[in-house]
């Protein structure tokens, strides 16, 4: 195909896409038809989130925007707003017009009713979420703290990729003897007694934080609407893993998501190297990380992991 015929072909593409999503918009404004269980992933960042999104996103009955959705959700409530204290929202945040909102975003364009979604500040937001949509399954990726201290230490150096939010930011940032200059991630309570602090701590607080928040939020959802998943066991056996997460959904899990898993560990999403358990004890962040895992052990452990 010649180089003018592709780029005929892409925009007619485009203008039928965008068509399709204006009719879609249309029929749901004229409906008003609720979300339907949508699959909501929470977790720390770095902690595997994405590659259960992208693996859930396989499913046939689930849409997905194939895309994290952090503008999406903090253009409903500006950090600013907020005094720029945290990404955290309660149930006191939820309204029908947010319902609608998003019920319609996500129809609009998967042309679906139940979907998938993630964002680094789901965990955060569980209470709000779970006022949205009573009927939500939330699934809980969890990671050991080492790698997962490890992951985000490293991710820390790469902020066009982790940073792009926080441009336009109300303070300065002077980590690591001002190594790091750029927020990456998300904003919890408390956040700013770290502006220059030592990395590993940052790193530290953020596991502590968003893993708190979410098993303080644990108890309030329905046991059949909670499916936690260990990133190792995934890792380790991913077509049993993933075969167990989907039935925890609700979802078959298809010949075709079979094939999808027993590759997806050929083809990482967002991974730094290769995929390896226990990376840190090997990797140039170790000291750094050994100086902070006491001060996660506790949540670790609420987590399901044993002490080192």
């Not at 699959?39 to 902690?47: D, F």
């Not at 939020?217 to 167990?244: I, N, T």
Request: contains cysteine.
């Amino acid at each position: 195909m010649s180089d003018l015929l592709i780029k005929i072909d892409k925009t007619l593409r485009y203008h039928a896409c965008r068509a399709q999503r204006a009719l879609r918009s249309q029929w749901w404004n004229l409906r008003c038809p609720p979300a339907d269980r949508p699959v909501i992933v929470l977790g720390c960042s770095r902690a595997g989130t994405t590659v259960v999104y992208k693996t859930l996103s396989e499913s046939p009955e689930l849409g997905t925007l194939q895309r994290e959705t952090h503008d999406f959700w903090v253009d409903l409530h500006p950090l600013e707003e907020k005094h720029w204290n945290t990404h955290a929202l309660d149930a006191a945040d939820a309204s029908t017009q947010d319902r609608d909102h998003v019920a319609r975003y996500f129809y609009t364009w998967t042309g679906r009713h139940r979907w998938v979604d993630k964002n680094n500040q789901n965990g955060l937001c569980v209470p709000y979420l779970r006022a949205l949509f009573p009927d939500a399954i939330f699934v809980f990726v969890k990671r050991d703290p080492g790698d997962n201290i490890n992951s985000l230490i490293e991710g820390w150096g790469k902020p066009d990729k982790y940073a792009t939010w926080s441009g336009v930011f109300p303070e300065t940032v002077a980590i690591d003897n001002g190594r790091y200059t750029r927020w990456c991630f998300f904003l919890a309570d408390g956040w700013r007694d770290y502006l220059r602090a030592p990395i590993e701590d940052v790193a530290a607080f953020q596991y502590q934080a968003i893993n708190r928040a979410i098993l303080d939020a644990r108890a309030s959802v329905p046991a059949g609407q909670w499916v936690e998943v260990f990133y190792e066991d995934l890792v380790r056996d991913p077509v049993a893993g993933y075969q167990k997460l989907y039935a925890d959904c609700g979802l078959a899990f298809t010949p075709e998501v079979r094939a999808h898993c027993e590759q997806v560990l050929s083809k990482p999403y967002d991974v730094f190297g290769e995929i390896e358990l226990d990376k840190w004890k090997k990797g140039r962040n170790r000291e750094r990380v050994e100086r902070v895992l006491e001060r996660v052990a506790e949540v670790a452990r609420e987590m399901g992991y044993s002490p080192r």
